[in-house]
Nanobody
């Protein structure tokens, strides 16, 4: 079955950087590049929100306005891994970060968490002021 495993979270001071990784397994061999994968985050007492995504249709990238210019999503298809490089972090970025994948090959990009079927366990990112 499909599994997503995140890593790379931690505690960092404001202005610092972290790189999150999401390793995927259980998908159709050699087809990882055709899946839409997104990063979401959920802070205590808040709803889960879209952060960034890479589309399986055309590899275009999507970002939430709050992270544009600071975060970069990328993928290494040979390693079945999606990364989230986070720079210039601030305390408002503190949350559990989740990697998620849409079910179907060539599914379109979407900021709606309900359209993602497979989820990782999450990794905590804490930014101190």
């Amino acid at each position: 079955q499909v599994q997503l495993v995140e890593s790379g979270g931690g505690l960092v001071q404001a202005g610092g950087s972290l790189r999150l990784s999401c390793v995927s397994s259980g998908h159709t061999f050699n087809m990882f590049s055709l899946y839409t994968v997104g990063w979401f985050r959920q802070a205590p007492g808040k709803e889960r929100e879209f952060v960034a995504g890479v589309r399986g249709t055309d590899d275009n990238l999507d970002y939430a306005d709050s992270v544009k210019g600071r975060f970069t999503i990328s993928r290494d298809n040979a390693e079945s891994t999606v990364y989230l490089q986070m720079n210039d972090l601030n305390p408002e970025d503190t949350a559990v970060y989740y990697c998620a994948r849409r079910r179907d090959l060539l599914a379109t990009g979407s900021p709606n968490s309900r359209e993602y079927v497979y989820w990782g366990q999450g990794t905590q990112v804490t930014v101190s002021s």
